[in-house]
C-alpha cells in the first residue's frame, strides 16, 4: 500500500503559492520534491522523502540551513509552470532562494539524498597559505579569491555565502592574514583568475558587503559565454531552453574555436539571454553532424539548434567566422523566424529589379519566364539535441537509480 502526499511530516513543508518565497528564502538550502497525488512514482517516493529530511534535520537542526519541502502540482499549478515541471517526481534544489540549476537524479533512496544534502552543506571555501598557492591553482578552472584580513570580518561571511550559490561554475578560495596584506591595499579585495586571455586577476571594484551585486558580478565573470557541451552537461544545458548555437570542431583546432569566442564576444553579448553559445568535439557529436549532412572531415561545422529544427550557418567557417555582422545577422536570422521559413520554403523572395524604360517608355521586370517559380518545399533537420533533454514522461524509481 502506497502513501499519500496528503499525510503531512512534520520534517517536511507544503509548499503553497502563499508561503514557497518565505521558505525559499528564508533558508539555506531547500530541497524540493514536485510531485502529483495520482503518480505511482510519487507515492513510492512519498515515505523515503520524509525519512530522508527526518535523518537530514536531526543532523543539521540549525534554523534557517536546511528544508525538504513538497510541492503537490495538481493544486499548484502555477509553482509547477514556474520551475517547467513536466514530469513527477522531479527533485530540485534551491538555494538562497535561487534554484539550482541541476535538477537532483541520483539514486531515490534515504542514504544517497541525504549524502547529497550533506555534500550540498560542506564549505564551498578552498582556504589558501600563500600566494604561491594562487600561481598554482587549476588553469582549467575559473577561480575567486578573497584576500582577507580576519576570518571575523563580516566580508568573510558573505564570501562563504557566494561561494555556496556559484559552486558549480567557479571554485572559491581565501587567503588570509598576512599573506594576504600586499593584496588588500584598500581593505579586504576580491578577484576573478581564469585561463586564456583573462589569466590575470581581475578585481571586485565594489562593496563585498553588498551581495545581490557581488553576485551579479560573479555570474558574469563565473559563468563563460562560450561554453563547451559535453554528454555530461547537455541535459543540464537543454533545460535551459535557450536555442543552442554551436561550433562543432576537431579538439585540436583551437585557433577557430577563439575565433568563435571572439566575434561572440565582440557581437552577441546582447543575446546571452537568449541562445546558448558553445563548442562541441565534432567526433564525439557525430550523430547531429550526420543529420546535418556532414561529418568529421567537414569540421568546422557551425549549425543553431532551435530545439525544433536544426540550421547550418552556409558560409565557410575558417574563412568568414569574424567576417563584421554574419555571425549577428545568422542569429537574426533565427528571431525572425527567416531559418525556419526559408528551410520550408525556399529562399525568401527578393523584390525584383526594375530595367531601364524601354522603347515604348514602360518600365519592365526582369525576363520572365512565364510565371514566377514557386520555391520548392524542404525538409529541416531535425533538432539532435531536443533529444538529450530530460523526458517528458514521469520519472520512474527504477530509471533513476541505473
Not at 273 to 292: E, I, M, Q, R, W
Not at 367 to 388: H, I
Request: proline share 5%; aromatic share 10%.
Amino acid at each position: 500500500m502506497f502513501v499519500l502526499f496528503g499525510k503531512s511530516n512534520s520534517n517536511t513543508v507544503q509548499l503553497s503559492s502563499s508561503n514557497i518565497q518565505e521558505i525559499l528564502q528564508g533558508h539555506e538550502l531547500v530541497f524540493v520534491n514536485f510531485y502529483a497525488d495520482w503518480c505511482r512514482f510519487s507515492q513510492m517516493l512519498t515515505p523515503v522523502f520524509a525519512e530522508a529530511a527526518t535523518k537530514v534535520k536531526e543532523e543539521f537542526p540549525e534554523e534557517g540551513r536546511v528544508a525538504f519541502g513538497r510541492v503537490d502540482c495538481d493544486r499548484e499549478t502555477s509553482i509547477a509552470s514556474q520551475y517547467h515541471v513536466n514530469k513527477y517526481p522531479t527533485l530540485k534544489m534551491f538555494r538562497f532562494g535561487n534554484l539550482v540549476k541541476k535538477e537532483y537524479r541520483g539514486q531515490r533512496s534515504v542514504e544517497a539524498m541525504g549524502n547529497f544534502i550533506r555534500d550540498q552543506l560542506k564549505s564551498a571555501v578552498d582556504p589558501l597559505t600563500s600566494l604561491e598557492d594562487v600561481e598554482s591553482l587549476d588553469p582549467k578552472k575559473r577561480h575567486l579569491i578573497l584576500y582577507l584580513d580576519s576570518e571575523e570580518s563580516p566580508d568573510y561571511a558573505t564570501f562563504k555565502k557566494l561561494a555556496l550559490s556559484i559552486r558549480e561554475d567557479c571554485k572559491c578560495h581565501v587567503l588570509v592574514g598576512e599573506n594576504s596584506q600586499s593584496q588588500r591595499i584598500n581593505g579586504n579585495k576580491i578577484t576573478f583568475k581564469a585561463t586564456g586571455e583573462e589569466s590575470t586577476e581581475i578585481g571586485y571594484m565594489e562593496q563585498i558587503s553588498n551581495y545581490d551585486e557581488l553576485f551579479k558580478w560573479s555570474q558574469d565573470k563565473c559563468v563563460p559565454l562560450v561554453r563547451e557541451i559535453t554528454f555530461e552537461n547537455a541535459e543540464e544545458l537543454t533545460e535551459e531552453g535557450l536555442p543552442f548555437l554551436i561550433l562543432f570542431h576537431n579538439i585540436e583546432d583551437t585557433e577557430t574555436t577563439e575565433a568563435f569566442k571572439r566575434i561572440v564576444a565582440k557581437e552577441l553579448v546582447a543575446e546571452k539571454s537568449s541562445v546558448n553559445f558553445l563548442t562541441a568535439d565534432g567526433v564525439k557529436f557525430s550523430h547531429p553532424l550526420y543529420h546535418l549532412g556532414k561529418s568529421a572531415k567537414d569540421l568546422p561545422v557551425l549549425a543553431i539548434d532551435s530545439f525544433r529544427h536544426m540550421y547550418l550557418f552556409k558560409h565557410d567557417v575558417k574563412q568568414d567566422l569574424e567576417q563584421p555582422g554574419l555571425l549577428k545577422q545568422f542569429v537574426a536570422d533565427l528571431h525572425s523566424g527567416k531559418l525556419h521559413r526559408e528551410f520550408h520554403h525556399g529562399p525568401d523572395p527578393v523584390k525584383p529589379a526594375i530595367e531601364s524604360q524601354d522603347n515604348k517608355g514602360e518600365e519592365t521586370a526582369m525576363p520572365r519566364d512565364g510565371e514566377a517559380k514557386q520555391p520548392q518545399p524542404t525538409t529541416p533537420p531535425e533538432s539532435s539535441f531536443k533529444k538529450l533533454a530530460p523526458s517528458k514522461s514521469r520519472y520512474t524509481i527504477l530509471r533513476d537509480e541505473l
